[in-house]
């Protein structure tokens, strides 16, 4: 699975998930790019779980159509 560390998100996690493939907003030069389209890019590039710390997402964001997985 791929999956998307968004800013801070704790990088130690990764070590739990060394089945996967995991990078960060920050691995790609996206650190500065706005929720809405962090996920349009994640998406874009076939993240299938974006992993963050932001407990407001769900309300700033319309999540229904989309095919990734937020956690």
């Known amino acids: 699975m791929r999956i998307l560390f968004d800013q ?3 990088f ?3 070590r ?6 995991v990078a960060t907003a920050y691995e790609l030069g996206w650190s500065t790019v706005t929720n809405g389209d ?4 994640a998406e874009q ?3 299938e779980l974006l992993i963050t710390t ?3 997402l ?3 964001q319309n999540l229904q159509s989309r095919s990734i997985a937020i956690l």
């Open 8 to 10: 801070g998100t704790p």
């Open 12 to 14: 130690p996690l990764r």
């Open 16 to 21: 739990a998930l060394n089945d996967h493939v």
């Open 38 to 41: 962090l996920i349009r890019l």
């Open 45 to 47: 590039e076939g993240y």
């Open 54 to 56: 932001d407990t407001n």
């Open 58 to 60: 769900r309300y700033q």
